[in-house]
């Protein structure tokens, strides 16, 4: 009786190392992971200057032309914009997993504010408020045979179709339009499209330049347990 007691003692001693050994190696897993995972700030760190350059200052620079050399054409302009934005569309996921980095491992901060405004543009303008403007898929680039406009006629054609109408009569076709055709209807409806959004994500661009470079966002312990 002694014997079998002694041993039940044993067991469960043994059994009870046993858990709190499983329970110990699997949060040091999770220190280790969390320890050795990419920093969200570093990452938006080591993201922004591609961010500067290839995505703010070449829409500067497309809103330059649109104004300047194309005289305000917006159906000029709309393949050259979607060529500069979708591919950030395409990365909207990898994006997104830094801005929910930075809230799980930051206080509220300018960066991750600015982060979340450039998610919701990017967002914008890959869905289109012009009812999918935009057909390319992942990947694909823009083209005059993927890009749709004229919505707001009910029927929407590809940019090669409008460009073939540029030289219609201006008729009074509706009301309060004067001297315009089909063509001018939809260059303003396309010059307005891409002047909001080239603006938001500038905006929100020159702001997480300014957030990372003027100061460090509080932080909070990175080494928490899941």
């Not at 001693?13 to 969390?34: C, G, K, M, P, Y």
């Not at 999918?132 to 749709?148: H, L, P, V, Y």
């Not at 260059?187 to 003027?214: M, P, W, Y």
Request: with cysteine; proline share 5%.
């Amino acid at each position: 009786m002694g014997n079998q007691l002694v041993s039940l003692t044993v067991m469960a001693v043994v059994t009870a190392i046993a858990i709190v050994v499983t329970i110990f190696r699997h949060e040091l897993d999770s220190v280790r992971f969390n320890f050795f995972k990419p920093d969200p700030l570093a990452e938006l760190k080591t993201l922004l200057p591609e961010l500067g350059l290839e995505l703010r200052d070449r829409l500067a620079s497309l809103q330059f032309l649109l104004s300047h050399t194309w005289r305000n054409d917006g159906v000029k302009a709309i393949v050259p914009f979607f060529t500069i934005v979708s591919p950030w569309y395409d990365r909207l996921g990898k994006i997104r997993a830094i801005h929910q980095g930075m809230l799980k491992s930051y206080r509220d901060t300018t960066a991750a504010t600015n982060l979340a405004q450039l998610c919701e543009s990017l967002q914008l303008v890959g869905e289109s408020l012009f009812r999918g403007m935009s057909k390319t898929r992942q990947i694909e680039e823009a083209s005059e045979d993927n890009i749709f406009l004229g919505e707001i006629f009910g029927w929407p054609k590809p940019v090669w179709f409008w460009k073939k109408l540029r030289h219609d009569p201006k008729n009074y076709f509706l009301p309060g339009v004067q001297e315009m055709n089909p063509y001018d209807v939809v260059s303003v409806e396309t010059r307005d499209f891409i002047n909001a959004h080239a603006a938001k994500i500038i905006k929100a661009v020159d702001g997480l330049e300014a957030a990372c470079q003027n100061r460090q966002p509080a932080r909070r312990s990175i080494l928490h347990f899941n």
